[in-house]
């Protein structure tokens, strides 16, 4: 029937709705994203203690709830029904023409890094409704229809930041975390919470399973800030990301002895501090080797004192390559340089100048694994058709640390992380408009009338 609207019923009340296939490309540009309406929702978000610039919003403390309840009701505001799982997702839907077939979501994660910003995570979620409100308005008064939903966010711990896993609550649903797994893990020092006390000190756990027979998905889109100055450096304006690199978190324990500063000889020493300085100096050099990168945090060191020689330290470590295969010839030599280290008999030119003291213990415990993932080139195609048509845009592809079909629009730069990331007003609104690339997807998933294959979703920081 053309372009020509129907009259649908949903739920005792009638709306005006155009189904997915009978949408054209001039229908889809016509939606208008409001640029002002958009910015006071990413600066009105209750997200954590605010700095000048950033922010600060662990998982699961009372800042998250603020959060998370914000997110419900704006989205109640629009019509949609909410479900929350056992590891505190919130899923947002709108009445749909069809539910015989998995929807198609766009969303991210509401929680931070200890010094964060205002965009990384927050861009997503606050994008997810703006496109809601876009849908909502205009001559059509148009909804998201037939297959479409709008967020499946916001999500737990996506950043890893307080608990150490990152994209905890997607893993879950994806069955690559069990659940147990998820709820008996400790939090970062200085506390000792888990992060089943933590869900119970705020309330939010629903009773809907964590899982993808539970709450099926079609695809999942997601916009976000870029994490690295490409964009910026080439001045484009729109990135599409085209995979997802594997990493893996380790907690490396290193145990010496601790004697007085002054009176210790270097080679009395089982110093701790001056092995794993060692140790992350070879890491770097081992991950310059095979193009990767090597990143080292979280110090936890004892007892603290100046005149004190450490007795025991424990850190993060962090390994990323666009390849799997890459990360698991890096582990192994880490691993094995390490144990060396530790023992006195350094690796390489690292015992050059320096006292062999006494050895040290190391413990390595592996965190978290995430293997290298290819997003699906239906979505990318969506995404690149809603750039190169509907923005009237060239597009560009990045391959970052992110989930499922994404989209980056340029960060100052390319800092985030930091109070100081920052993305222009004009740069969040043109990447909203991806957002309603979802339309297209599923006019496309109607037209061939498939039921795509389930995927990993969210932010993989």
């Not at 997802?244 to 490396?252: D, E, L, N, P």
């Not at 081992?286 to 090597?294: E, P, W, Y």
């Not at 004892?302 to 390994?319: A, F, I, Q, W």
């Not at 990447?431 to 297209?440: A, D, E």
Request: aromatic share 6%.
């Amino acid at each position: 029937m053309g372009l020509e609207t129907q009259r649908r019923t949903f739920s005792g009340s009638s709306r005006w709705q155009l189904q997915t296939k009978e949408m054209n490309e001039q229908l889809l540009s016509s939606l208008k994203v409001d640029q002002n309406r958009l910015m006071e929702d990413i600066h009105y978000v209750p997200v954590g203690a605010l700095t000048e610039t950033g922010m600060c919003c662990l998982a699961l403390p009372d800042a998250d709830k603020q959060a998370r309840d914000w997110f419900v009701e704006a989205i109640q505001a629009l019509d949609c029904h909410t479900t929350i799982d056992a590891m505190g997702n919130i899923f947002a839907v709108r009445p749909c023409l069809r539910n015989d077939a998995p929807l198609t979501f766009t969303g991210s994660h509401l929680d931070t890094q200890p010094t964060g910003g205002r965009y990384d995570g927050i861009l997503g979620v606050t994008a997810g409704v703006e496109m809601l409100k876009a849908s909502s308005t205009g001559q059509s008064n148009l909804h998201p229809p037939e297959t479409t939903t709008t967020q499946a966010n916001p999500s737990s711990n996506e950043e890893g930041a307080r608990f150490p896993i990152s994209t905890l609550s997607s893993g879950i649903w994806a069955s690559s975390i069990p659940l147990s797994t998820a709820h008996n893990l400790r939090e970062v020092h200085p506390g000792t919470a888990t992060l089943s006390s933590s869900f119970s000190c705020i309330g939010c756990l629903g009773s809907t399973p964590c899982s993808h027979d539970a709450v099926p998905m079609a695809a999942h889109f997601e916009l976000h800030i870029e994490q690295g100055p490409l964009l910026e450096a080439s001045h484009r304006q729109i990135g599409i990301v085209k995979g997802v690199r594997a990493y893996r978190w380790y907690m490396v324990e290193v145990a010496g002895r601790a004697c007085h500063t002054g009176t210790m000889d270097f080679g009395n020493r089982a110093d701790l501090l001056l092995a794993a300085a060692k140790m992350v100096l070879q890491s770097h050099r081992l991950a310059m080797a095979h193009a990767a990168l090597a990143s080292t945090g979280v110090p936890n060191l004892k007892p603290g004192s100046t005149n004190t020689v450490l007795e025991s330290m424990r850190y993060s470590l962090d390994t990323r390559a666009p390849a799997d295969s890459t990360v698991e010839t890096l582990e192994a030599q880490i691993m094995a340089d390490f144990e060396k280290i530790a023992a006195g008999e350094g690796a390489g030119s690292l015992n050059e100048s320096v006292t062999k003291g006494w050895p040290c213990s190391i413990k390595i415990t592996t965190d978290s694994v995430s293997p290298a993932v290819r997003f699906h080139p239906d979505c990318i195609k969506a995404v690149t058709e809603a750039a190169a048509s509907a923005l009237g845009l060239g597009s560009g592809e990045l391959t970052q640390e992110m989930s499922t079909s994404m989209t980056l629009v340029p960060c100052r730069d390319g800092v985030s992380h930091n109070p100081t990331e920052y993305t222009s007003s004009e740069n969040c609104a043109l990447g909203t408009r991806y957002c309603l690339s979802v339309l297209g997807f599923d006019r496309m998933r109607a037209e061939r009338r498939v039921i795509w294959s389930y995927q990993l979703v969210w932010v993989l920081e």
